[in-house]
């Protein structure tokens, strides 16, 4: 089973930085695809970054040129370096691991959350 532990977060002020780790263990396979997502009350929660195996990137559009996310596979972590923070960004931010057994179908597993708030 995997299990997500995410670390890193925080309270920090307008303008500064924050970085997410999040460590991943058991049954991980080559072409697992890793990221962040977040959500505030009241919303759905939405995709922030991911990034492949192959170290492919994507990011929603609000934090291009501000955050940066990074991969190692030995041991499975992925790191979520977040720039030039907003209030907006306030929000709780959960790692995922997106599984694809076979085409078309996906299995996610999720950490519990750490929790980011920037100040204004």
């Known amino acids: 089973q995997v299990k997500l532990v995410e670390s890193g977060g925080g309270l920090v002020q307008a303008g500064g930085s924050l970085t997410l780790s999040c460590l991943a263990s058991?049954?991980?396979?080559?072409?697992?695809?890793m990221g962040w997502y977040r959500q505030t009350p009241g919303k759905q929660r939405e995709l922030v970054a991911t990034?492949?195996?192959?170290?492919?990137?994507n990011y929603t559009d609000s934090v291009k040129g501000r955050f940066a996310i990074s991969r190692n596979d030995n041991p499975s972590m992925v790191v979520l370096r977040m720039n030039s923070l907003k209030p907006e960004d306030t929000a709780v931010y959960y790692c995922?691991?997106?599984?694809?057994?076979?085409?078309?179908?996906?299995?996610?597993?999720w950490g519990r959350g750490t929790q980011v708030t920037v100040s204004s």
């Open positions: 058991g049954g991980i396979f080559d072409g697992d695809l």
């Open positions: 990034i492949t195996s192959y170290g492919t990137t």
């Open positions: 995922n691991l997106r599984h694809t057994p076979r085409p078309a179908v996906n299995v996610d597993f």
